[in-house]
Each structure stands twice: as C-alpha cells, then as structure tokens.
C-alpha cells in the first residue's frame, strides 16, 4: 500500500455514500487524481472543512485499485470569497471545468497548478472584471495544452492580420484561429465575427499576468464567446458542466 503526499486545488467535491465524498484533485506532480474522504460529512470527521471545494491542501493519501484514500489533510488556501458569492464561484466553475477538459489526465503539468491557483487569487482579489480572468485564464491554458489560437495571422492564409484596412474579421473554432474576409468565405464552417479591438484584447491577455487582466465592456462578449469555442473545439473530451464542484452555502 503505497502512501504518498503531495498538494492539490480541489476542483470537485462528491457525495458518495452515508458518509463519505469522492474528490478530484489537480496536484503539481500527479496531475488530476480522485480520492475517497471517509466519513467527511460526520461532524466528528477529522478532515473537518479543510477538503471544501476550491481549496488548495496539503494531503497524505495512499493507492487503491480506483481511488486513492485520504487519510490527512491541512488547507493551505481556502479561497472562500469564492465560495460564498455566486459571481465568482460561477466563474472559479468555468475555469475548472477547462482545467478537466484540456488538464484532464494524469500527465502532471506544474504550469498548469500555478495558473490555477493564481486565477483563483486573481478572483479571491478583486471586486469585478471576474470575465477579463476567465478569459485570460482560458487563453493560457490553452497554450499549456499545446492548444495556441492563431491571433496575429489568418489561420487560412498566414496573412498578417495587424493591418487594420482587411476590413471586419472573423473567428474559426475549428480551424483555430482569426480568419481574413476572404478566408471566412472560403472557409465554409461556422464562424462569427470579431469586433474592432477583439484580436488585440485577446493578445494583450495572453501577455499580461492574470492579476493585471482587464477587458473592456464592449469586447467581454466577443472575448469569452472566442475562448470558450476555442476551449470546446480543442478539448479531448466534452465540456460538460460548467459548475464542476458543489456550492457550499455562504
């Protein structure tokens, strides 16, 4: 019975059983592991609040032959300014859910634990612009997944789409990047338009830390509706729900 520890951010919290809740957790050097908590909802539990979804734990487990036991845990950041307000957590939810989506395996990516956890403190931190952090958090990942968006050149031509006269430009989920006028007719899939100012919002978002990220009101639909197709077209699996842990109550 091998017995290891590591630290992870909590990305789901299941109840399983009278008792007990199954755990999947994003670790630095395992990646995404599931782990049993036994006996977590008693109120005599030792682990007490310290597994609460979206906290980040240092924990003991050991190997079993479909999910790994939890035997201790201590929180390190319990992020609860998430938890309890709806705006934040909905967003915490989607940067999750990309995480399981694009992070899914048990391939470890410290990258990845880094970027989560400072999107988490990013949200922890402010007051609004929580879709400026999505955004940036998505486009991020996506690059550590090996997923880059092709923002500076048409992804059908290579044409240089800095030059502001090729007129409106456009958006391809499946071809993985901004189209040219001329590549959007040819291309014959779905597209959708990118307002004046989108690609260098985008650019700038990738470039900036996630603490520093802003958009402006006028691109934040354009901006999220280019990152969550991009996200969803490349993912090995399905999006599926964009609330991947349970809400506790405030």
Known sequence: MAVYKSKGIVLRSI?????????????????????????????????????????CVEFVAYHGRTLDTITQAETLRSFHKIREDLARF???????????????GDEADRRVFN??????????????????????????LSILA???PQLSTCAGCGADLG??????????AD????????CRTASGGTTFPLPPGTLVGLRNLIKIPLREATL?????????RVVRSHIQ????????????VDRQPA
């Open 15 to 55: 109840r399983y059983g009278e008792a007990d809740r199954i755990l999947d957790l994003y670790t630095p050097d395992r990646g995404l592991v599931s782990c049993i908590a036994k006996g977590i909802r008693r109120t005599t539990s030792r682990f007490g609040a310290r597994l609460e979804p979206l906290s």
């Open 90 to 104: 909905e967003v915490a939810g989607n940067m999750v859910g990309s995480v399981r989506v694009l992070s899914g």
């Open 115 to 140: 970027l989560l956890y400072h999107g988490l403190d990013a949200i922890e931190n402010r007051n609004s612009g929580f879709e400026a952090v999505q955004a940036a958090f998505g486009l991020k």
């Open 146 to 148: 090996g997923y880059a």
């Open 163 to 172: 030059d502001t006269n090729r007129g409106l430009l456009y958006f391809s």
């Open 175 to 182: 071809l993985g990047g901004a189209l040219c006028p001329e």
């Open 216 to 224: 402006e009101k006028r691109l934040r639909e354009s901006t999220l």
């Open 233 to 244: 077209a490349h993912a090995p699996g399905n999006l599926g729900v964009t609330r991947p």
